[in-house]
């Protein structure tokens, strides 16, 4: 089984992170370590000068929040928030950081996507490591 896995989340219904967890605990060998990530994009220059200045940090105080509390979902579990493109982000994260499987949920894709969401696409195409894709 797996030591050092990865369990990227979004705050959406789209996404079932309960299962991600559940899968994450199945395929973990006995004192794993778990890490859950968001990854927080970047927003373009031309929209930060319409929303107002505190926005992002307070984005960012209400994700980290929201990521400690499911972190508690596994054993010991570290929560981490990145920035960048998701995707790239998740791959680069995973590569530095001697990830060996990453549980990742997809949403049901739109037909551009047909078989997995443009993530889960891009993160099975590059990763080193196992991947896992939850629906």
Known sequence: MYKNILVPVIFDEAHDTQASFLVARALAS????????H????LPAYATGRIPLNF????REHVEKLLKLS??????ARAELIEGQTGRAIVDYA??????C???ASH??????IFLGSTASRVVRHAKCAV????
């Open 95 to 100: 590569s530095a950081n001697d990830i060996d």
């Open 56 to 59: 992002m940090d307070q984005s």
């Open 132 to 135: 896992h894709v939850i629906r």
């Open 71 to 76: 972190a508690r979902a596994l054993p010991g």
């Open 102 to 104: 990453i549980v990742l």
């Open 108 to 113: 049901r894709p739109g037909i551009e996507n």
């Open 30 to 37: 006995e004192g794993a370590q778990f890490t859950i990530l």
């Open 39 to 42: 990854v927080m994009e970047q």
